[in-house]
C-alpha cells in the first residue's frame, strides 16, 4: 500500500508540475495585457477591456454591478462597454444579471495559452 500511494502521488506530482510548466499561469496577466493591446490593435477594442479581463481572470469572475469601478466610467456607459465585449465574445455571462467571466475563444488561446496552442494563430471553428 505504502508502495502504490508513493508511486500515485508522485505521478500526481509529476503532471501537476508538467501541466503548471505548459499554462504558466504566473504570466498570464502579462498575457492577457499583451491580447486586449493587440484587439485594439486589429480589432480597434477599447483601452478599458484589458483592465476587466485581468480583474476577471484575478478573480474568477465579476459582478456587473462592478463594471463600472474597474472601467473608471458612468454606470450607463459601462453597462454598454461590457454588452459590446459580450457582443465581440470577448467576455461571457450567463444571463444580464449574471457575473462576468472570461471566454476562452479559439481567437484567444494562442495568446493566453502559447505552449498550447501556437502563437497569433486563430482556429478555425469545424
Known sequence: L?????????????QVEYMASLLQLDAMQDRIMRYSQYLRTMK???E????????????GSV???????????????ARRRVAEFIAQ???CSESSLSPLTLKYSS???????????PESVELSPP
Open 44 to 46: 480597434d477594442a477599447p
Open 89 to 91: 465574445g470577448w467576455i
Open 107 to 117: 481567437g484567444s488561446v494562442g495568446y493566453l495559452f502559447p505552449k498550447l496552442y
Open 2 to 14: 505504502v508502495g502504490f500511494c508513493d508511486f500515485f502521488l508522485s505521478t500526481a506530482l509529476d
Open 63 to 77: 459582478p456587473r454591478g462592478e463594471a463600472p469601478r474597474l472601467l473608471q466610467m458612468p454606470a450607463r456607459t
Open 48 to 59: 478599458e477591456l484589458g483592465v476587466l479581463m485581468r480583474e476577471i481572470f484575478l478573480r
